[in-house]
């Protein structure tokens, strides 16, 4: 089975995540940070993977480590998970309308983790969450990954549905 489980502890984090690639789309998500725990549970369901996220972080300064952190234990969890990738399709992309937002995203399983990301959000918050830290979140999973991620606005001039999109 494609399954993976992290734990990650740092001064300002505390971290354990489970993951399994061939999953139903269940996600048990509990970050402290109400919009990353809906985004994680679409990528969950969306990408048909079950994502089980416990956090405990130092959310009373900001969101930062903890957006951060789950970028690098999903990214670990991912890496693990795949294992050779033997018998995964190398390349993916998907173009996906959420309302006025447009988002372009292609994948490659290269091993060679990095990210190009052209988003430009037209406000820095979404509730509570600092838009700003999408892009920190997709640096972190694409490095721990060793997946080349290219993500781009088509359109959108709604910071809510183009993270949407992004995530799922």
Same mark, same amino acid.
């Given at each position: ?57 130092? &959310? ?34 998907? &173009? ?73």
């Amino acid at each position: 089975m494609r399954r993976a489980e992290v734990f990650r502890k740092t001064a300002e984090t505390k971290i354990e995540l489970s993951l399994n690639l061939d999953g139903t789309g269940m996600g048990k998500i509990k970050t402290g940070c109400g919009f990353l725990d809906h985004m994680l549970t679409l990528f969950a369901r969306h990408g048909r993977f079950d994502l089980q996220v416990s956090c405990q972080g130092d &959310t009373w300064v900001d969101d930062h480590h903890t957006v951060e952190d789950i970028g690098i234990c999903l990214g670990d969890a991912f890496a693990q998970a795949l294992g050779d990738k033997r018998g995964v399709v190398r390349y993916g992309n998907c &173009t996906l309308p959420m309302d006025e937002a447009l988002i372009l995203t292609a994948v490659d399983l290269s091993g060679r983790g990095m990210l190009c990301c052209d988003l430009s959000f037209p406000t820095e918050k979404v509730g509570t969450f600092d838009t700003q830290l999408t892009k920190e979140f997709l640096i972190a999973f694409a490095r721990c990954s060793d997946i080349t991620v290219h993500v781009r606005q088509l359109a959108g001039e709604n910071s809510h549905h183009m993270i949407e999109g992004v995530f799922k």
